[in-house]
């Protein structure tokens, strides 16, 4: 993944080395050396997934000021969308290009419920949010929803001890079946309500994302779960 298209101010450039023993003389050298690849000075460690038109992300980034999202900036599934969110975060670079805002913002089209360890490395983020998500109301495509017992498993996999799982909807029994199944897997606990009070993603979360502003105008219930990631046990023996 070419991270540095998404976060050009956060990227370092790298020399290319020269083969051992190269017999080229210093101006050769100086001349063949071009930057090649450009990796990144921090890593991504907030995921927005199936980040919609981008509300949260481009809300948390000036409040999460050290940390990369992408949405994770969020990770959108349609094309369209994600080139919204993408052009929405490029111009207000350029409106804030004086206080460098938004810089730490991203968006790629990605479908997490496949591909989200090939974007992440074990213990890499520190916040996951899962923000009104598709409800798949019949039974059968309940194997569709964004929160099962085995991709809660990836995201515990990509989740730093003590990393948080941000879950809201306005659906209550799809609220009821993700405590359950987060509740239920060893790798998490459920945050207190006080705890999840005085987050400020919590109350960025709850006004921020356009489902959400939905929600509110139609005088809607919300209904917010958050999840802590737990250190892993020791090994036996």
């Not at 090649?36 to 409040?63: M, N, Q, S, W, Y």
């Not at 996951?128 to 964004?146: E, G, Q, T, W």
């Not at 989740?159 to 405590?179: A, F, K, N, S």
């Amino acid at each position: 993944m070419d991270w540095e298209t998404y976060y050009p101010a956060f990227a370092t450039p790298v020399r290319d080395q020269q083969w051992e023993g190269s017999i080229e003389s210093d101006d050769t050298r100086d001349h063949t050396s071009t930057t090649k690849t450009r990796h990144l000075t921090k890593d991504v460690t907030v995921a927005d997934i199936g980040c919609g038109f981008g509300g949260l992300l481009v809300a948390l980034a000036p409040e999460l000021p050290d940390e990369l999202l992408l949405g994770s900036e969020g990770m959108e599934i349609r094309t369209q969308v994600a080139d919204f969110v993408q052009d929405k975060i490029k111009a207000l670079r350029i409106q804030n290009r004086d206080t460098g805002l938004y810089q730490n913002a991203a968006c790629v089209r990605a479908n997490t419920m496949k591909f989200l360890p090939n974007f992440f490395r074990k213990g890499q983020l520190t916040r996951i949010f899962l923000c009104f998500p598709d409800p798949h109301f019949k039974n059968r495509k309940h194997k569709a929803r964004i929160v099962s017992s085995t991709l809660n498993s990836e995201y515990a996999f990509v989740t730093r001890m003590g990393g948080v799982v941000y879950t809201i909807t306005d659906v209550e029994d799809l609220h009821q079946w993700m405590v359950h199944h987060l509740e239920t897997h060893p790798a998490f606990e459920r945050i207190s309500k006080e705890d999840e009070e005085s987050d400020v993603c919590v109350q960025t979360m709850m006004i921020e994302t356009e489902e959400g502003k939905k929600v509110e105008r139609n005088n809607g219930r919300k209904f917010v779960a958050c999840f802590r990631r737990l250190d892993d046990p020791p090994w036996p023996g």
